[in-house]
């Protein structure tokens, strides 16, 4: 079945600093990737949607300037939170589909502490 | 805008025993409903998924029903196992175009514990 590879599955870094988070879609193209953020014991918010060859599409609430999204190839797309800030600790998760009306598929997630 | 609710947030059973996890949503113009699972810390696997045409569908010993016009899914978990044990999530694709296209909306999770 198609398959997200979402890299790294945890990081911890310091307040101020920048994360880059990766999923790729190994065996099939992703013309879009959605973007969520779960906290604990809570669950998935969508964050944002990103599409290939533009400009990624936030939800209200989300600080487009803080979670840059790059969606530069059919098979990758990348979140990276700048100037991370302890509230910015969560789990980050991607997701795609193959095709119109199948399910959606999801990465593995990844937990980012900010210390 | 779309809601989704599942009840209950918490089902604790012993093992062997059939379960029922309930998800309704408050717009019924969906594309598709799928239900995940999700293990403590990781991502969501793909459990069913049901198009709006659809009334079930069945893998294993799971069963997803779907009413449409009440707005309500069910997953049947039969002769529930340790195994089982996991969040299990709802989640709805509206079928509307624009910036809702694509979006899953999700329902809060029920947890399940399976003890021996």
């Known amino acids: 079945g198609a398959v997200v590879s979402q890299h790294p599955s945890r990081v911890i870094c310091k307040s101020g600093t920048s994360v880059k988070i990766e999923c790729r879609s190994l065996?099939?193209?992703?013309?879009?990737m959605f973007w969520y953020r779960q906290f604990p014991k809570q669950s998935l918010m969508l964050m944002a949607t990103s599409n290939e060859g533009s400009k990624a599409t936030y939800e209200q609430g989300v600080e487009k300037d803080k979670f840059l999204i790059n969606h530069a190839s059919l098979t990758l797309s990348t979140l990276t939170v700048t100037s991370a800030h302890p509230e910015d600790s969560s789990f980050y998760i991607c997701s795609a589909r193959v095709r119109r009306g199948d399910g959606y598929t999801f990465g593995s997630g990844t937990r980012l502490t900010v210390v | 805008k779309q809601e989704v609710t599942q009840i209950p947030a918490a089902l604790s059973v012993p093992e062997g025993e059939n379960l029922v996890l309930n998800c309704s949503f408050t717009?019924?113009?969906?594309?598709?409903l799928q239900w995940f699972r999700q293990d403590p810390g990781k991502g969501l696997t793909s459990l069913l998924l049901?198009?709006?045409?659809?009334r079930e569908q069945t893998s294993g010993r799971l069963n997803a029903s779907l009413d449409k016009s009440s707005g309500r899914s069910t997953l049947y978990i039969a002769a529930s196992q340790p195994g089982d044990s996991a969040t299990y999530l709802c989640a709805v694709r509206l079928y509307a175009g624009g910036t809702s296209y694509g979006k899953l909306t999700f329902g809060q999770g029920t947890i399940l514990t399976v003890h021996p």
């Open positions: 049901i198009q709006s045409s659809q």
């Open positions: 065996d099939f193209q992703a013309t879009t």
């Open positions: 717009d019924s113009a969906i594309y598709n």
